[in-house]
């Protein structure tokens, strides 16, 4: 079963805007991490944010998390036709596992 | 590039039949894990080795199956093959340290279609 629920499913913007995307978990989580896939290949991870961090930066990418509310937002700034992609929250819970259950994704799409 | 390798890229097989999916680690990396990815969904958790034992396994039949060798490579066997088998297959290697969790490192996966 899957854990998360990004949000929105689907994201069209014009090259240069930002790009918002949410994510929303049920459990303790341990972990949250971020990654983006084209085309239906393999998945390229973004970033991880842990349980007691708040926010993370990387490049163009600022991550926030708040357990309060299990939820996390991903943030791409300046976006490029190259950002175009799927992109998936993945929570990792339990003691020992380092099992990810993924979301549905948010199809992003970049117009030059 | 991730230095995590899957073959065969692509796979054909009939229902009733069984498959056999490779996977090489990247370098220095103990755990893999495998995930199903159905068309239009996130991937899902299968099972995952640590150090050639069975470190978890998600919501899937015994058919499924796996091995992870002692250069940490590792095989998902699947048996009498179903038409709702057909999907992409990811695996996934990382550090496995007792209480600290890393990033995952995904294949670009085999894409299986069972007719």
């Known amino acids: 079963s899957q854990q998360g629920e990004e949000d929105p499913q689907a994201l069209s913007i014009q090259e240069g805007e930002n790009a918002t995307m949410n994510c929303s978990y049920k459990t303790s989580i341990n972990n949250l991490q971020w990654y983006r896939q084209n085309s239906g290949r393999g998945l390229v991870h973004l970033i991880l944010?842990?349980?007691?961090?708040r926010e993370k930066h990387s490049g163009r990418l600022r991550v926030t998390l708040d357990t309060s509310k299990k939820s996390s937002s991903l943030l791409i700034t300046a976006s490029r036709a190259a950002d175009t992609a799927s992109y998936f929250c993945?929570?990792?819970?339990?003691?020992?596992?380092?099992?990810?259950?993924f979301g549905k994704g948010t199809k992003l799409s970049v117009i030059p | 590039e991730t230095g995590v390798t899957q073959s065969p890229t692509h796979l054909i097989k009939t229902r009733g039949q069984q498959v056999t999916l490779r996977c090489s680690s990247q370098?220095?990396?103990?755990?893999v894990s495998w995930y199903q990815q159905a068309l239009g969904q996130g991937p899902q958790f299968i099972f995952q080795?640590?150090?050639?034992?069975?470190?978890g396994r998600g919501n899937f039949p015994p058919r499924f199956s796996g091995l992870q060798f002692p250069n940490y490579s590792s095989e998902l066997n699947v048996n009498a093959l179903e038409l709702d088998d057909s999907a992409l297959y990811l695996c996934?290697?990382?550090?496995?340290?007792?209480?600290?969790?890393?990033?995952?490192?995904f294949g670009p996966g085999t894409r299986l279609t069972v007719t």
């Open positions: 993945a929570s990792e819970s339990g003691a020992g596992s380092y099992q990810l259950t």
């Open positions: 370098s220095g990396h103990n755990t």
């Open positions: 080795y640590y150090r050639e034992e069975e470190n």
């Open positions: 944010i842990r349980s007691n961090e």
């Open positions: 996934a290697s990382s550090q496995g340290l007792a209480g600290l969790s890393y990033e995952q490192y």
